[in-house]
């Protein structure tokens, strides 16, 4: 069983920054999987920010989020970074980690098996 805790969330204003962190626990390895950053929010549905496959450290992100966020990982550690830059009121969401073979691990939460119980992040104008 893969337990996914996130944190880093906060109160920011907006053009300022933060760096969101998931600590992966539960396996020996996570070579096979694909970690992935969603958010969601008031109101909305969850939607993909970005992901990142855990061996070779390919990574994606959907087009709204590209220069301004980066997803990364450490393998020795097990966790996963998403540095959130230049954010705007619009970011303001619950950001959730999230975990599952990369094989199927995509854009839709539908290929994670695991989540975090996510982060709140408010952008302030």
């Known amino acids: 069983q893969v337990q996914l805790v996130e944190s880093g969330g906060g109160l920011v204003q907006a053009g300022g920054s933060l760096r969101l962190s998931c600590a992966a626990s539960?396996?020996?390895?996570?070579?096979?999987?694909?970690m992935a950053w969603f958010r969601q929010a008031p109101g909305k549905e969850r939607d993909f920010v970005a992901r990142?496959?855990?061996?070779?450290?390919?990574?994606y992100y959907t087009d709204s989020m590209k220069g301004r966020f980066t997803i990364s990982r450490d393998n020795a550690k097990n966790m996963v970074y998403l540095q959130m830059n230049n954010l705007k009121p619009e970011d303001t969401a619950v950001y959730y980690c999230?975990?599952?073979?990369?094989?199927?691990?995509?854009?839709?939460?539908?290929?994670?098996?695991?989540w975090g119980q996510g982060t709140q992040v408010t952008v302030s104008s």
């Open positions: 999230a975990a599952g073979l990369f094989t199927k691990a995509t854009i839709t939460e539908n290929g994670y098996d695991y």
């Open positions: 539960g396996r020996t390895t996570f070579s096979t999987y694909a």
């Open positions: 990142i496959i855990w061996s070779g450290g390919s990574t």
